[in-house]
């Protein structure tokens, strides 16, 4: 899909007070940007942040931080924060290959919602449930590993259920269409209120990996 060039978007993202703009800076001090010692949970690819801001709304003592590559999709959340008030949730405009050069051991959950799938089997390193990327999370969980995952994408999904297994994650949820027996506390995005609306189904997993503490 063509992403829309936004005139001036790195200039609107730079002025907002959620969006911080020299993350490396605060990599293993991360709760330094919320003053507190409360939980950090991250949705890599935030799109337009309907779900890390509804998380956010919804839940006042858990810190979040959404990333996202494309500040011509993150300005569009950067507008839906004007005039909004949370102090729990924080922006970057990051690509998630640098993941573990941001954090380092500080954080304690990880959202992948509607993750670009790159089919072709020689893009598989990009996917971001690819071994080379549960190496990277390793680096930057605090305790137990936990991985909220939702996407439309059956293969994807399949594949990232073998990846998870041989990580040696432990599935507390699996769903192979999640609307049959949706939880009351779900979130959608702005993808998911799309594939919903043409029928489609929606497949969902939550993982978890106690950390080696030898490491």
Aim: charged share 30%; aromatic share 10%; proline share 3%.
């Amino acid at each position: 899909m063509r992403l829309r060039n936004i005139k001036n978007a790195q200039d609107i993202i730079s002025k907002s007070k959620y969006v911080v703009l020299n993350p490396k800076e605060y990599r293993g001090k991360m709760q330094q940007l919320f003053k507190n010692n409360n939980k950090i949970e991250v949705e890599i690819g935030m799109g337009k942040g309907d779900f890390i801001i509804n998380k956010a709304r919804l839940n006042p003592n858990i810190n979040f931080i959404g990333i996202e590559k494309y500040a011509s999709v993150l300005v569009k959340a950067v507008k839906k924060l004007e005039n909004v008030e949370l102090n729990n949730l924080k922006i970057m405009n990051i690509d998630a290959d640098t993941i573990d050069e941001v954090f380092a051991s500080e954080i304690d959950q990880i959202y992948l919602n509607f993750s670009d799938p790159w089919p072709k089997k020689k893009h598989a390193n990009r996917r971001l449930t690819s071994p080379l990327f549960l190496d990277k999370y390793d680096k930057i969980f605090k305790n137990d590993k936990v991985i909220e995952m939702k996407t439309d994408n059956r293969n994807l999904f399949e594949y990232s259920l073998v990846t998870l297994s041989q990580k040696k994650y432990l599935f507390e949820e699996i769903k192979l269409d999640l609307y049959t027996d949706l939880n009351a506390d779900n979130i959608q995005t702005e993808y998911e209120k799309k594939f919903v609306s043409l029928g489609l189904p929606i497949y969902k997993l939550k993982a978890r990996c106690q950390i080696d503490k030898k490491n």
